[in-house]
């Protein structure tokens, strides 16, 4: 089966700019995770998604995120607008319902200028 | 608040060596572990974890983990590394309810030389 796959790999884009990121899960799987690691330190939990809803999103930092998952499938995390503290690398993962094993794609390491 | 300590920041090895990576936690109820590892230009890829059963569970390429519930402990082991074994390694817990965020520490990276 395909693995978790993220789009774009790389952004640089200025502060103030919007940036979107995308993650596409593995099929079937209902949970959809997102986290960051900032340089230096370590990965963050930002938000979970149970097929379109959103189950946690406790780690959201602020409101210039926002996290879609439309349909339930693929998601996008909109930075809107980006600042510097916002660089980092995004990582989204997936897993199955019940399952405990989050598996994850090859994250979007975002710099803001 | 729920937090996963990991010792050692960068550990420098010589081929052949015994690997030993410490790891604790910090979370009142029950827990699954993991550990994770991220090689060059590669994603993260789940090396072992424990959910339950025999706290010694083995996992890819050689590595094991002894979950140690008294001290919070699953520190992570290989008894002799390899130069591809360089790579970035995490911990990270969840509670034991299922679809729950990871908790991960800051990751060491190891650094193998032929």
């Known amino acids: 089966e395909a693995g978790v796959t993220q789009f774009p790999s790389h952004s640089v884009i200025e502060k103030g700019q919007t940036v979107t990121l995308r993650c596409d899960p593995i099929s079937g799987h209902d949970n959809l995770y997102w986290y960051r690691r900032v340089m230096g330190k370590e990965i963050k939990f930002l938000l979970h998604?149970?097929?379109?809803?959103?189950?946690?999103e406790s780690g959201m930092p602020n409101n210039r995120f926002l996290a879609e998952r439309t349909g339930g499938t693929y998601s996008t995390l909109k930075v809107q607008p980006a600042e510097l503290e916002d660089s980092g690398v995004y990582f989204c993962?997936?897993?199955?319902?019940?399952?405990?094993?989050?598996?994850f794609g090859p994250g979007t390491r975002l710099t803001v200028l | 608040a729920q937090s996963v300590s990991q010792h050692n920041h960068h550990v420098i090895l010589s081929e052949a060596a015994s690997l030993e990576l410490g790891c604790n936690y910090s979370y009142g109820g029950t827990v699954n572990l993991f550990w994770y590892v991220q090689y060059p230009g590669q994603h993260l890829q789940l090396l072992l974890k424990y959910f339950s059963g025999d706290p010694l569970v083995k996992g890819i390429k050689g590595f094991e983990a002894e979950f140690i519930k008294s001290k919070f402990s699953f520190n992570l082991r290989k008894p002799s590394v390899q130069w591809s074994d360089t790579a970035e390694y995490f911990c990270?817990?969840?509670?034991?309810?299922?679809?729950?965020?990871?908790?991960f520490g800051k990751g060491t990276t190891l650094s193998v030389s032929s």
């Open positions: 998604f149970v097929k379109e809803s959103k189950q946690d």
């Open positions: 990270a817990v969840n509670p034991r309810q299922a679809g729950t965020a990871l908790i």
């Open positions: 993962a997936s897993s199955r319902t019940g399952g405990n094993e989050q598996f």
